[in-house]
Structures are given as structure tokens and as C-alpha cells.
């Protein structure tokens, strides 16, 4: 996995409009840097990787199941 990520790659990844992850990196929801000023949005892996884990829920493989 690439260690910078672009605005798609962060969409593809969180399942999302790539206006949502520009939305969210504006407003500092989702750790994100520009190079320039004029430059496009940028994402650390580790830190998109963070907040993937940190939105799945802890689900325990008898939870999951259908009582009958």
C-alpha cells in the first residue's frame, strides 16, 4: 500500500464521495495535509488505516449469529 494517499484513494477506501473526504479534510475530520497552498489534499495510510479500525465495530462471532 502507498504510504500518501490521494482524495480518491481515501474515498475508495471509506466507501464515500471523493466531496465527502475534501468536506471532511476542510473541516479536520480526517487527519489530512496539502503540499501547497494550492496543492491537493493528501492522506497519511496509517492514519485513514486508524480511522477504518477505529469505525468497525468489535463484533464477537457468537453476536453475529441467529438464535433459532
Do not use: C, Y
Not at 494517499?5 to 465527502?20: F, H, P, Y
Not at 479534510?25 to 495535509?33: H, Y
Amino acid at each position: 500500500m502507498k504510504e500518501i494517499l490521494s482524495i480518491a484513494d481515501v474515498a475508495k477506501m471509506l466507501g464515500v464521495n471523493r466531496e465527502t473526504v475534501r468536506r471532511w479534510a476542510v473541516s479536520k475530520l480526517i487527519p489530512a495535509f496539502k503540499i501547497h497552498s494550492r496543492g491537493h489534499w493528501q492522506f497519511r495510510a496509517e492514519e485513514v488505516d486508524r480511522l477504518l479500525r477505529s469505525r468497525q465495530p468489535d463484533v464477537e462471532p457468537e453476536q453475529d449469529r441467529i438464535a433459532v
